[in-house]
Nanobody, 120 residues
């Protein structure tokens, strides 16, 4: 079964930067959209950034202007560049692939989550 594998989380000071990566474990024929969501303790999972195969983007209001999503379609990989990090960005970040066409079926895939902690 194909999986998404996320990496790049860690501890960073306020104002710092991190880059998250998420790659599919096997080759996927096509993916409609790839994105990042996050969930902080006691809160619901929320959209961070989304990028469609056509190049359209959507960002959560709290990260606009600070985070940038990019994608390598050939490698089925999505990245999240996070700049000017704030303590309120602390959360577990999950990558997502929507309408991933794999071996004749469509799937919604989630990565395992990577912890981002912003603290001095």
């Amino acid at each position: 079964q194909v999986q998404l594998v996320a990496s790049g989380g860690g501890l960073v000071q306020p104002g710092g930067s991190l880059r998250l990566s998420c790659a599919a474990s096997e080759t996927i024929s096509s993916i409609n959209a790839m994105g990042w969501y996050r969930q902080a303790p006691g809160k619901e999972r929320e959209l961070v950034a989304l990028l469609t195969s056509g190049g359209n983007t959507d960002y959560g209001d709290s990260v606009k202007g600070r985070f940038t999503i990019s994608r390598d379609n050939a490698k089925n990989t999505v990245y999240l560049q996070m700049n000017s990090l704030k303590p309120e960005d602390t959360a577990v970040y999950y990558c997502n692939a929507d309408a991933a066409y794999y071996k004749g079926s469509y799937y919604i895939l989630w990565g395992q989550g990577t912890q981002v902690t912003v603290s001095s």
